[in-house]
C-alpha cells in the first residue's frame, strides 16, 4: 500500500475543504434563493405569437441568476400549443433542464390562473406574467398590489424584466 507524502495529504485535504465549501454555498444560495411563479403559458408568448420554450429558458436563467427559485405553471393545453400533444410536468421539467417538482401543468378543464396565484401566495413571491388577473382580483387582492406581478418581454430582441418589481422583493 503506498504511503502518502506530507505534500499528498496537504492536496487531498485542500480539495475536499474546496468540495465542502462548495456544497455548502450552494446549499446555502438554494436556500436564501426567493420564490416566483412564472406564468408558463403567458411567458412562452413572450417572443411572438407562436409559443416557444426559449423565453421560458431565458426568463428561468435570468431569475436565477437574481437569485430567485423559479417555479412554472402551465395551462392544460400548453403542450398541444407547443409540440401539437399532451406535455406533463415531467416532460416540460425535462424540456427546461428544470427538477420536476418546480413545474406544475393544471388538469384539464382547469384554469392555471388560481392555482398560480395560490401557489404565489403560498410562497410568498411573485408572478411573472403579463396578464393581469383582473378575473381573480375579488379572490387575490393581492394582484393590485405593486411589484406582485412582474412583467417582461423582448425589445430589440433583448430580454426584459420589470427589475423594480424585482428590487423590491429583495
Sequence with gaps: MPILTDTAVVVIAGLCLAALLLFLLRRRRKRQAKPVVIDGSNVMHWSGEVPRLAPLKEVVGALQDKGFEPGIIFDANAGYKLADRYLDDRD????????????????KGEPADPTILAAARDAGGKIVTNDRYRDWADEFPEVNVPGVLVHGGYRDGVL???DDSLARFQ
Design 92 to 107: 416540460f421539467a425535462k424540456l427546461l433542464k428544470l427538477p420536476a417538482d418546480q413545474v406544475l401543468v393544471v388538469h
Design 160 to 162: 426584459w424584466l420589470d
